[in-house]
Protein backbone atom coordinates (compact mmCIF):
# COMPACT_ATOMS: atom_id res chain seq x y z
CA UNK A 1 0.00 0.00 0.00
CA UNK A 2 1.21 3.57 -0.98
CA UNK A 3 1.80 5.64 1.86
CA UNK A 4 -0.61 7.83 2.47
CA UNK A 5 1.60 11.23 2.89
CA UNK A 6 5.04 10.87 0.78
CA UNK A 7 7.59 14.00 1.28
CA UNK A 8 10.90 14.19 -0.44
CA UNK A 9 13.49 16.18 -0.44
CA UNK A 10 11.46 19.04 0.47
CA UNK A 11 12.77 22.36 1.10
CA UNK A 12 11.63 25.64 2.14
CA UNK A 13 13.12 28.78 1.52
CA UNK A 14 11.70 31.92 2.82
CA UNK A 15 11.56 35.13 0.61
CA UNK A 16 13.99 37.05 2.95
CA UNK A 17 16.15 33.59 2.28
CA UNK A 18 15.71 31.83 5.66
CA UNK A 19 15.92 28.01 5.22
CA UNK A 20 13.20 26.60 7.31
CA UNK A 21 13.39 23.42 5.52
CA UNK A 22 16.47 21.80 4.68
CA UNK A 23 15.30 18.58 3.05
CA UNK A 24 12.67 16.19 4.14
CA UNK A 25 11.86 13.05 3.56
CA UNK A 26 9.09 11.06 5.39
CA UNK A 27 6.72 8.44 5.09
CA UNK A 28 3.58 8.73 6.74
CA UNK A 29 1.42 5.22 6.67
CA UNK A 30 -2.38 5.17 6.38
CA UNK A 31 -3.96 4.74 9.29
CA UNK A 32 -1.40 6.12 11.87
CA UNK A 33 -0.74 9.20 13.96
CA UNK A 34 2.73 10.59 13.82
CA UNK A 35 3.74 13.29 16.41
CA UNK A 36 6.33 15.57 15.06
CA UNK A 37 8.28 17.30 17.97
CA UNK A 38 10.68 19.96 18.52
CA UNK A 39 11.50 23.40 19.82
CA UNK A 40 10.01 26.56 18.74
CA UNK A 41 11.23 27.86 15.40
CA UNK A 42 12.21 24.44 14.10
CA UNK A 43 10.12 24.00 11.08
CA UNK A 44 7.05 22.06 12.15
CA UNK A 45 4.36 24.82 11.45
CA UNK A 46 6.24 25.40 7.70
CA UNK A 47 6.43 21.43 7.06
CA UNK A 48 2.41 21.40 7.74
CA UNK A 49 1.93 24.24 5.65
CA UNK A 50 3.74 22.90 2.84
CA UNK A 51 1.59 19.49 2.74
CA UNK A 52 -1.32 21.21 3.05
CA UNK A 53 -0.79 23.55 0.00
CA UNK A 54 -0.95 26.76 2.04
CA UNK A 55 3.02 27.49 1.49
CA UNK A 56 4.59 26.29 -1.60
CA UNK A 57 7.69 24.43 -1.33
CA UNK A 58 11.04 25.48 -3.08
CA UNK A 59 12.04 22.44 -3.52
CA UNK A 60 11.35 18.25 -3.70
CA UNK A 61 8.22 16.73 -3.89
CA UNK A 62 5.08 15.98 -1.91
CA UNK A 63 2.42 14.07 -2.45
CA UNK A 64 -0.95 13.51 -0.22
CA UNK A 65 -2.78 9.89 -0.94
CA UNK A 66 -0.73 9.80 -4.51
CA UNK A 67 -1.71 13.59 -5.37
CA UNK A 68 1.51 16.26 -5.78
CA UNK A 69 0.27 18.95 -3.52
CA UNK A 70 1.50 21.69 -6.32
CA UNK A 71 0.32 20.33 -9.67
CA UNK A 72 -2.72 18.69 -8.16
CA UNK A 73 -3.31 20.68 -5.34
CA UNK A 74 -7.29 20.48 -6.09
CA UNK A 75 -7.10 16.47 -5.36
CA UNK A 76 -4.48 16.33 -2.88
CA UNK A 77 -6.22 19.22 -0.91
CA UNK A 78 -9.97 17.51 -1.12
CA UNK A 79 -8.36 14.81 1.10
CA UNK A 80 -6.80 17.14 3.71
CA UNK A 81 -8.26 18.60 6.91
CA UNK A 82 -6.27 21.23 9.00
CA UNK A 83 -6.78 22.40 12.24
CA UNK A 84 -5.06 25.67 13.14
CA UNK A 85 -3.32 26.79 15.69
CA UNK A 86 -5.60 29.90 16.83
CA UNK A 87 -9.23 29.34 17.53
CA UNK A 88 -10.54 31.25 14.31
CA UNK A 89 -14.43 31.09 15.15
CA UNK A 90 -17.22 33.40 14.26
CA UNK A 91 -19.01 34.58 17.67
CA UNK A 92 -22.84 34.88 16.18
CA UNK A 93 -22.31 31.25 14.13
CA UNK A 94 -24.07 28.23 15.05
CA UNK A 95 -21.85 25.05 15.34
CA UNK A 96 -23.96 23.49 12.50
CA UNK A 97 -23.63 26.45 10.11
CA UNK A 98 -20.07 26.58 10.71
CA UNK A 99 -19.54 22.99 9.82
CA UNK A 100 -21.91 22.80 6.85
CA UNK A 101 -20.49 26.00 5.39
CA UNK A 102 -16.83 24.58 5.97
CA UNK A 103 -18.11 21.43 3.89
CA UNK A 104 -19.25 23.80 1.04
CA UNK A 105 -16.19 25.28 1.02
CA UNK A 106 -14.48 22.26 -0.21
CA UNK A 107 -17.27 21.84 -2.85
CA UNK A 108 -18.54 18.77 -1.17
CA UNK A 109 -22.16 18.13 -1.74
CA UNK A 110 -24.29 18.48 1.53
CA UNK A 111 -24.55 15.80 3.53
CA UNK A 112 -26.56 16.22 6.66
CA UNK A 113 -26.17 12.51 8.03
CA UNK A 114 -22.56 12.87 8.00
CA UNK A 115 -22.54 16.14 9.80
CA UNK A 116 -24.65 14.72 12.78
CA UNK A 117 -22.83 11.63 12.94
CA UNK A 118 -19.41 13.94 13.28
CA UNK A 119 -20.77 16.28 15.71
CA UNK A 120 -22.17 13.55 17.55
CA UNK A 121 -18.89 11.89 17.55
CA UNK A 122 -16.95 14.77 18.54
CA UNK A 123 -19.65 15.40 21.81
CA UNK A 124 -21.17 18.49 19.80
CA UNK A 125 -24.64 17.00 18.45
CA UNK A 126 -26.44 18.44 21.51
CA UNK A 127 -24.83 22.10 20.46
CA UNK A 128 -25.41 21.85 17.18
CA UNK A 129 -27.77 24.87 16.92
CA UNK A 130 -25.84 26.99 19.89
CA UNK A 131 -24.08 29.67 19.20
CA UNK A 132 -19.97 29.45 19.13
CA UNK A 133 -19.83 32.40 21.95
CA UNK A 134 -21.64 30.26 24.25
CA UNK A 135 -19.09 27.28 24.32
CA UNK A 136 -16.79 26.14 26.39
CA UNK A 137 -12.99 26.54 24.87
CA UNK A 138 -12.94 22.28 25.26
CA UNK A 139 -15.82 22.44 22.84
CA UNK A 140 -14.50 25.34 20.53
CA UNK A 141 -11.38 22.96 19.88
CA UNK A 142 -13.36 20.50 19.44
CA UNK A 143 -15.82 22.52 16.70
CA UNK A 144 -12.61 23.64 15.12
CA UNK A 145 -11.99 19.80 14.25
CA UNK A 146 -15.50 19.08 12.97
CA UNK A 147 -14.82 21.72 10.70
CA UNK A 148 -11.53 19.89 9.69
CA UNK A 149 -13.51 17.06 9.20
CA UNK A 150 -16.51 18.37 7.66
CA UNK A 151 -15.96 17.15 3.92
CA UNK A 152 -14.49 13.96 5.07
CA UNK A 153 -10.64 14.05 4.74
CA UNK A 154 -8.39 11.07 5.17
CA UNK A 155 -5.42 13.34 6.64
CA UNK A 156 -5.93 15.41 9.23
CA UNK A 157 -3.37 18.00 10.61
CA UNK A 158 -3.37 19.06 14.44
CA UNK A 159 -0.83 21.98 14.99
CA UNK A 160 -0.26 22.39 18.32
CA UNK A 161 -3.50 20.88 19.62
CA UNK A 162 -3.63 21.49 23.22
CA UNK A 163 -1.11 24.63 23.09
CA UNK A 164 -2.43 26.83 25.99
CA UNK A 165 -5.01 24.45 27.26
CA UNK A 166 -5.15 23.03 30.71
CA UNK A 167 -4.68 19.48 31.96
CA UNK A 168 -8.08 18.19 31.74
CA UNK A 169 -8.82 19.36 28.44
CA UNK A 170 -5.24 18.57 26.97
CA UNK A 171 -6.33 14.88 28.22
CA UNK A 172 -10.01 14.99 26.49
CA UNK A 173 -7.78 15.73 23.19
CA UNK A 174 -5.72 13.03 23.67
CA UNK A 175 -8.66 10.98 23.80
CA UNK A 176 -10.95 12.54 20.89
CA UNK A 177 -7.57 11.91 19.01
CA UNK A 178 -7.54 8.40 19.66
CA UNK A 179 -10.85 8.19 18.49
CA UNK A 180 -10.23 9.43 15.65
CA UNK A 181 -7.86 7.03 14.79
CA UNK A 182 -10.53 4.33 14.89
CA UNK A 183 -12.30 5.79 12.17
CA UNK A 184 -9.30 5.42 9.99
CA UNK A 185 -8.14 8.55 9.66
CA UNK A 186 -4.61 9.15 9.16
CA UNK A 187 -3.05 11.99 11.90
CA UNK A 188 -0.35 14.38 12.11
CA UNK A 189 0.20 16.74 15.03
CA UNK A 190 2.90 19.11 16.25
CA UNK A 191 3.32 19.33 19.97
CA UNK A 192 6.54 20.94 22.33
CA UNK A 193 5.60 17.81 24.44
CA UNK A 194 7.18 14.42 24.71
CA UNK A 195 4.13 12.97 27.26
CA UNK A 196 1.79 14.32 24.54
CA UNK A 197 3.73 12.72 21.78
CA UNK A 198 4.13 9.51 23.97
CA UNK A 199 0.42 9.53 24.50
CA UNK A 200 -1.12 9.86 21.14
CA UNK A 201 0.93 8.72 18.74
CA UNK A 202 2.63 5.46 16.77
CA UNK A 203 6.10 7.44 15.60
CA UNK A 204 7.68 10.63 16.56
CA UNK A 205 9.35 12.48 14.02
CA UNK A 206 11.77 14.85 16.00
CA UNK A 207 12.43 17.98 13.51
CA UNK A 208 15.18 20.80 14.45
CA UNK A 209 16.74 23.64 12.88
CA UNK A 210 14.67 22.41 9.20
CA UNK A 211 15.86 18.97 9.60
CA UNK A 212 14.04 15.76 10.63
CA UNK A 213 16.34 14.39 13.11
CA UNK A 214 14.66 10.86 13.41
CA UNK A 215 11.63 9.04 13.25
CA UNK A 216 11.12 6.30 15.54
CA UNK A 217 8.39 3.70 17.28
CA UNK A 218 6.82 6.14 19.76
CA UNK A 219 7.94 2.63 22.62
CA UNK A 220 11.28 2.38 21.30
CA UNK A 221 12.00 6.13 21.36
CA UNK A 222 10.70 6.08 24.96
CA UNK A 223 12.76 3.28 25.82
CA UNK A 224 15.58 5.29 25.09
CA UNK A 225 13.92 7.92 27.22
CA UNK A 226 13.24 6.02 29.85
CA UNK A 227 17.31 5.47 30.84
CA UNK A 228 18.29 7.17 34.21
CA UNK A 229 21.79 7.53 36.34
CA UNK A 230 22.30 7.07 39.49
CA UNK A 231 25.35 9.15 39.68
CA UNK A 232 27.23 7.82 43.26
CA UNK A 233 29.64 9.80 44.54
CA UNK A 234 32.38 7.64 46.45
CA UNK A 235 34.19 8.07 50.08
CA UNK A 236 37.53 6.43 48.34
CA UNK A 237 38.05 6.32 45.00
CA UNK A 238 38.10 2.83 43.30
CA UNK A 239 40.43 1.49 40.60
CA UNK A 240 37.87 -1.23 39.36
CA UNK A 241 33.90 -2.17 39.65
CA UNK A 242 34.04 -4.35 42.70
CA UNK A 243 33.22 -8.15 40.98
CA UNK A 244 30.08 -8.60 42.77
CA UNK A 245 28.63 -5.78 41.02
CA UNK A 246 29.46 -6.79 37.19
CA UNK A 247 26.44 -7.78 36.88
CA UNK A 248 25.01 -4.22 37.26
CA UNK A 249 25.26 -1.55 33.93
CA UNK A 250 28.23 0.58 35.95
CA UNK A 251 31.05 2.95 34.91
CA UNK A 252 33.49 4.55 36.75
CA UNK A 253 34.83 8.12 36.17
CA UNK A 254 36.24 11.07 37.97
CA UNK A 255 39.20 9.19 38.90
CA UNK A 256 37.31 5.89 40.25
CA UNK A 257 35.44 9.19 42.85
CA UNK A 258 31.94 8.46 40.97
CA UNK A 259 30.01 5.50 40.12
CA UNK A 260 27.19 5.71 37.29
CA UNK A 261 24.53 3.02 37.35
CA UNK A 262 22.41 2.99 34.24
CA UNK A 263 18.95 2.16 34.54
CA UNK A 264 15.66 1.64 32.97
CA UNK A 265 12.65 3.65 35.31
CA UNK A 266 10.36 1.06 33.13
CA UNK A 267 11.66 -1.70 34.40
CA UNK A 268 9.43 -3.56 37.11
CA UNK A 269 12.89 -3.39 39.53
CA UNK A 270 15.66 -0.52 39.18
CA UNK A 271 18.06 -2.97 40.84
CA UNK A 272 18.82 0.30 43.01
CA UNK A 273 18.34 -1.25 46.43
CA UNK A 274 20.22 -4.30 45.58
CA UNK A 275 23.09 -2.42 44.77
CA UNK A 276 23.31 -0.15 47.02
CA UNK A 277 23.32 -3.05 49.76
CA UNK A 278 26.11 -4.94 47.57
CA UNK A 279 28.12 -1.77 47.72
CA UNK A 280 27.82 -1.92 51.16
CA UNK A 281 28.90 -5.41 51.90
CA UNK A 282 31.68 -5.15 49.64
CA UNK A 283 32.97 -2.59 51.71
CA UNK A 284 32.36 0.60 49.32
CA UNK A 285 31.60 3.40 51.64
CA UNK A 286 28.80 6.01 49.67
CA UNK A 287 29.03 9.59 50.38
CA UNK A 288 26.41 11.67 47.81
CA UNK A 289 23.81 9.95 45.65
CA UNK A 290 22.49 11.97 42.28
CA UNK A 291 20.03 10.94 40.00
CA UNK A 292 19.50 12.19 36.20
CA UNK A 293 17.49 11.68 33.68
CA UNK A 294 18.23 11.48 29.70
CA UNK A 295 15.66 14.16 28.64
CA UNK A 296 14.30 14.97 25.21
CA UNK A 297 16.93 17.49 24.88
CA UNK A 298 20.17 15.33 25.64
CA UNK A 299 18.80 13.04 22.14
CA UNK A 300 18.69 16.57 20.38
CA UNK A 301 22.24 17.39 21.39
CA UNK A 302 23.77 13.37 21.36
CA UNK A 303 21.48 13.99 17.36
CA UNK A 304 22.99 17.28 16.47
CA UNK A 305 26.82 16.86 17.43
CA UNK A 306 26.24 12.87 15.26
CA UNK A 307 25.25 15.42 12.46
CA UNK A 308 27.44 17.58 12.63
CA UNK A 309 30.02 14.80 12.38
CA UNK A 310 28.59 13.33 9.35
CA UNK A 311 28.83 16.56 7.86
CA UNK A 312 32.18 17.30 8.65
CA UNK A 313 33.40 14.13 6.94
N1 LIG B 1 6.67 33.60 6.34
C1 LIG B 1 7.90 33.47 6.83
N2 LIG B 1 8.92 34.21 6.36
C2 LIG B 1 10.18 34.06 6.84
N3 LIG B 1 10.53 33.19 7.81
C3 LIG B 1 9.55 32.43 8.32
C4 LIG B 1 8.19 32.52 7.88
N4 LIG B 1 7.46 31.61 8.57
C5 LIG B 1 8.32 31.01 9.42
N5 LIG B 1 9.57 31.47 9.27
C6 LIG B 1 10.77 31.03 10.01
O1 LIG B 1 10.97 29.65 9.75
C7 LIG B 1 11.40 28.99 10.95
C8 LIG B 1 10.47 27.82 11.25
O2 LIG B 1 9.21 28.31 11.66
P1 LIG B 1 7.98 27.36 11.98
O3 LIG B 1 6.81 28.23 12.32
O4 LIG B 1 7.83 26.38 10.90
O5 LIG B 1 8.50 26.61 13.30
P2 LIG B 1 7.72 25.73 14.34
O6 LIG B 1 8.55 24.52 14.53
O7 LIG B 1 6.32 25.52 13.90
O8 LIG B 1 7.77 26.62 15.62
P3 LIG B 1 6.70 26.81 16.82
O9 LIG B 1 6.85 25.60 17.65
O10 LIG B 1 7.20 28.03 17.47
O11 LIG B 1 5.35 26.96 16.18
C9 LIG B 1 11.45 30.03 12.03
O12 LIG B 1 12.77 30.48 12.17
C10 LIG B 1 10.56 31.15 11.51
O13 LIG B 1 11.01 32.40 11.96
Known amino acids: MPAMVEITNAEKTYKGGFQALKGVNLEIREGEILALLGPNGAGKTTLISTICGITMPTGGTIRVGGHDVVTEFRKARALIGLVPQELTLEPFETVWSAVRFSRGLFGAAPDEAYLDDLLK ?45 DVELRRDMWEIVSALKETGVTIILTTHYIE ?118
Open 121 to 165: RLSLFDKKHSQLQELSGGMKRRVLIAKALSHDPKVLFLDEPTAGV
Open 196 to 313: EAEAMADRIGVISDGQLLLVEETASLMARLGKKEMRISLAEPLTEVPASVSDYELTLEEDGALLIYTYDTRAERTGIARLVAALAEAGVVISDVETRQSSLEDIFVGLVRKNDKEDAA
